[in-house]
């Protein structure tokens, strides 16, 4: 059995959140990135939490215990509970219903495993109870120990539903793995034309998280052997880059890296502060 290490548990703002939300019987679990971080001792930048009750009654149990709730994303299921100042964003189970290659029509769901399934990468479909017991529906603990990234289920109906899921592939790459799941790199390759559907802001905001990454040279070569970086960045080298950082002497921006592949593109619409930098 796997368990969360105790202090990610012993947040007293999460306590409360969590409590408010189990009160009347209902389940309520962390998931994803918190679950991930937690087990691999890194940072845990956000916690979201997943349920089984209902927008409305997440509302209503939030205001029995006295805390404040925002709808931030009230159609697909999402409102954000605040307790010691922070936020906690909590999303009812869902499942798709349609998807277009970026946007998804959900259903919401009791079942936790139906709202797995519709997630990215094993290592994302991981859950944690009030207990600190980690649920894994996916396969992610295997992989997470392995460093392995791999999508749940088909790595094409994955791609499909959100062809943004390719970039974050080589991301989370970057970030987490050690080892990419040959069938994912293929499908990432096979569907890489479905990037021309995603908004170059976004592709911006992907590129510079994954090249903040502390080592995304392995990454983006994949990129380049696929034909991604290329569909993304057409002229771009992944030589160059590799190059900047094998003489940097300390990780370097991820603005400089972007630069190291080629000309930086103005359709990536960067911020005024990154074009500055």
């Not at 605040?82 to 970026?102: K, P, Y």
């Amino acid at each position: 059995m796997t368990r969360l290490p105790a202090h990610v548990l012993e947040d007293a703002a999460l306590i409360r959140v969590l409590d408010a939300l189990q009160a009347e019987g209902d389940h309520a679990y962390l998931v994803g990135g918190a679950v991930r971080n937690a087990l691999l001792d890194q940072p845990i930048d956000d916690i979201d939490i997943a349920t089984d009750a209902l927008p409305d009654r997440v509302t209503r149990l939030a205001h029995a215990a006295g805390l404040r709730a925002v709808p931030t994303g009230i159609d697909h299921g999402t409102v954000t509970l605040i307790a010691g100042g922070r936020g906690f964003e909590v999303t009812t189970f869902r499942r798709d219903v349609d998807t277009d290659g970026r946007h998804a029509v959900v259903a919401f769901s009791t079942d936790l495993a139906q709202d797995a399934a519709r997630r990215d990468f094993t290592i994302n479909a991981l859950y944690a109870g009030r207990d600190g017991v980690v649920i894994d529906p996916m396969g992610g603990l295997p992989d997470l120990a392995a460093r392995r990234l791999r999508f749940v289920g088909d790595a094409h109906a994955r791609i499909t539903e959100d062809y943004l899921r390719i970039l974050r592939f080589f991301r989370f790459l970057a970030r987490y793995g050690q080892d990419a799941d040959p069938a994912a790199v293929a499908a990432c390759g096979e569907h890489r034309d479905g990037l021309s559907r995603i908004a170059r802001e976004r592709i911006g905001a992907e590129l510079k998280k994954l090249l903040d990454a502390p080592d995304p040279g392995p990454a983006v070569a994949l990129m380049d052997r696929t034909g991604v970086l290329h569909q993304l960045l057409p002229g771009a080298d992944a030589a160059r880059l590799q190059a900047l950082l094998d003489a940097e002497p300390a990780p370097g921006g991820w603005l400089r890296r972007l630069a190291a592949l080629g000309p930086v593109q103005p359709d990536l619409r960067l911020s005024r502060a990154d074009q500055r930098a």
